[in-house]
């Protein structure tokens, strides 16, 4: 094994001095690619340089190499097909003592991915460990009005297991006339987020925009953008 990860690293060792030699010579030759552009130094800080649309797309990559990202779902069969589109093969354990419960486990482009199967009102913190960040796209208004404080308490129990905080949410919701169109996708409004979350967060609208159900084009729809910000004691 010493001998084949030797020839491995030579491996990688003689194509970076390649590619680094390549680009000298295109560099000092004045090489033109066959879309017109000259290779030079100069394309360091031509148009806009290294970072034409500012540094945040820079600085959000760090998310990739220092975050994993934990989904929760209650239906196994989404979570074997989301891994079969991605071509991956995920690592199956059963951490708990149910055995509902279910975490699938792979790497993504180097991210690591991990899905619970699982009902979430039946998980602890302890389970999935420490929440940095909360995003919930078609959660909160895939349930009906009867589970929605549930669900946001148990929500904010996951994710304050870090000095008792709650950590940030950013929440996508609906809203339109119910009346005109049984759910889900549930309407909310503002008076309901607050009702859900104003005990424990600072409610932000970030965005709204039109936006549309599915088939039901005659619907007037607001789509709505939140960042939830937890209060600190």
Do not use: C
Not at 46 to 53: K, Q
Request: proline share 4%; no cysteine; hydrophobic share 45%.
């Amino acid at each position: 094994f010493g001998e084949i990860e030797f020839w491995f690293a030579m491996i990688k060792i003689v194509a970076i001095v390649a590619l680094v030699g390549t680009g000298l010579y295109m560099v000092s030759t004045g090489f033109v690619s066959p879309g017109g552009r000259t290779a030079s130094v100069a394309n360091l800080w031509n148009d806009g340089g290294m970072f034409p649309h500012g540094m945040m797309g820079f600085f959000a990559g760090f998310q990739i190499a220092v975050f994993a990202f934990v989904g929760i779902e209650l239906v196994e069969s989404a979570v074997k097909e989301f891994f079969a589109e991605q071509g991956i093969t995920p690592t199956i354990t059963q951490p708990t003592d149910s055995a509902d419960i279910k975490l699938y486990q792979a790497q993504l482009s180097g991210q690591i991915i991990e899905l619970w199967v699982a009902d979430i009102f039946a998980l602890m913190s302890e389970d999935i460990g420490q929440i940095d960040a909360v995003y919930d796209r078609a959660a909160l208004i895939a349930l009906p009005e009867t589970m929605r404080s549930k669900y946001s308490e148990q929500i904010g129990k996951l994710s304050g297991s870090v000095d008792d905080k709650n950590a940030p949410q950013l929440l996508i919701t609906i809203n339109y006339d119910q009346s005109q169109k049984d759910g889900p996708p549930f309407a909310i409004s503002r008076q309901q987020i607050q009702q859900y979350y104003n005990a424990a967060y600072q409610i932000n609208e970030l965005t709204s925009e039109n936006s549309s159900l599915n088939l039901a084009t005659t619907i007037a729809v607001t789509e709505q953008v939140w960042l939830l910000a937890p209060i600190l004691n």
